[in-house]
């Protein structure tokens, strides 16, 4: 007779927020979840991260905006989306009925936008958490934004962290010399966790035309290619920080989620593969759990920073 | 919506480098209405990473049809797909060609270039069944763009073809040969897909007769369901011009809303 395996525990504790797993969908690659209701079932995610929000609406970049590479896709969206008010207006009520974590991807064009999105959401009822984007390659020119030094990462989070009655995630950016020194200063700052990584700032060209694939000149590359920079990465900060931390960057399947848990990743964000199957974040959850079953390992979060390295 | 993930590739036809699939997938066949468009994973590994945005060239209760010509990486791929093969595809999505109940007893002209034949088959066989009269007129650089011609005529279309390089039809660009029969055919409405300097010559065409005119958007695409904001085009709205996603709001817009770069 065969053994009916005992339930693996999914279960996922930031500390400041409890997850029913431990994947999260990545900002800007699920839209406002909603575009997703047709393929999954959003209850089975361990939570949404909704894209990014600046106060007022944005039109974002000129076509083309994606470009595949090997492994990869490179894009330059620029964050368009609804602004604040029409999203409280018109997603948020409908954001609420689902029984998920909802987190939402904060933007700005400089600190007191940033401040002012918090603001206007802190007053809204439905939401589980901010993920501060410091880090978006495609707003200004040349990917700045305040990911890119401790000190504008400081300041920032800082002064977010005051502000916020909820808990603060901050997002990193993977285009630095040092993403550790970056991660210590959100961390001084008061962040509750961080996510890491946004895309890496990358172009392609099209040597016919002499021009740059992209409008935008350069955009984000994300998708398999990204993976393993983004796992040395999760594995520098985990090992330092006392937050956790959220790992994501080219995450496909399951087996890629555990790597990221072995790594030192509390959970896991999946961002390009709901691009391609719109149902991967909840294949990716059924995944990790067979694995555990399959290894005895009774609950997810005991994968969590158990990489050997000696 | 559906994602069919075991779709079976009944037939394929082939004509050089057109490729014409017949695909089992009821739920999609059923669902599908002309100028929609499916998803189509083309490889199971990430070369390439994304899924192609493909027209429905015609659809019935047991599945649906697609007509492309390899233009890269992922049509090369799909084109060598063997009869029996599964595929994975999402579908249908956007939103397709008004068949509006007033076409009857009409005439609409069908404006094709090259691959953009593909949704306006489906598109003829509809308006004819709502009592319309299609007349399809199918342009190509040459004889070897244009192989659905007599698909076309056996299904009882009247269709008048062009070449830019005068081996077949009309000598010249298909804008000039619909410019040249506005007044023999008298459309009511015109549809249109094709490259996009094909449709901006036909807009400035159908908006100087006052006729009303459809069009297909192409773009490459990241998701085709609305969540990565890839695929947009200039499209005027309520509120002044905008980026629009091809995938959600399209890829059919009316002619009077769509900015031509």
Redesign the interface.
Known sequence: MAVTPKPVDLTTDLGFLKLRNPVLTAS????YGL??E??LDLAKLGGIVVKGLYYKAR??N???????T????I?A?GL??VGVEAFAAKVLPELRRLKTAVIVNVCGADDDEYAAVVEFLDRQEGLAAYELNISCPNVKKEGACPALSPRTTFDLVKRIKAASRRPLITKLSPNVTSIVEIAQAAEEAGTDAVALINTILAMAIDLETRRPKLGNVYGGLS??AIKPIALRMVHQVASRLKVPVIGMGGI?TGADALEFLMAGAAAVEVG?A??????AAVRIVDEMERWCAAHGVAAVRDVVGTLKTS | MTIERNARLREVQSWGDHFRFVIDAPAIGRDARPGQFVMVKVSEGSAPLLRRPLGIHDADAAGFELFFRVAGQGTEILSQKREGERLDIIGPLGRGFTVASAAKGRTAALVGGGRGIAPLFFLARALAAAGARPVIFYGGRGLADIPLRDRLEKAGFEVRCSTDDGSFGFAGFITALVEKELARVEPAVVYACGPDPMMKALAAITARHGLPAEFSLESVMGCGIGACWGCVHRIRNEGGDGWVKICEEGPVFPGERIRWP
């Open positions: 800007g690659t699920f839209g575009e997703f047709p393929y039109e974002g000129p076509p083309p905006r994606l470009v595949e090997p492994s990869g896709l894009n969206i368009q989306g998708g398999p496909m390009t709901s691009f391609i199957d719109p149902d």
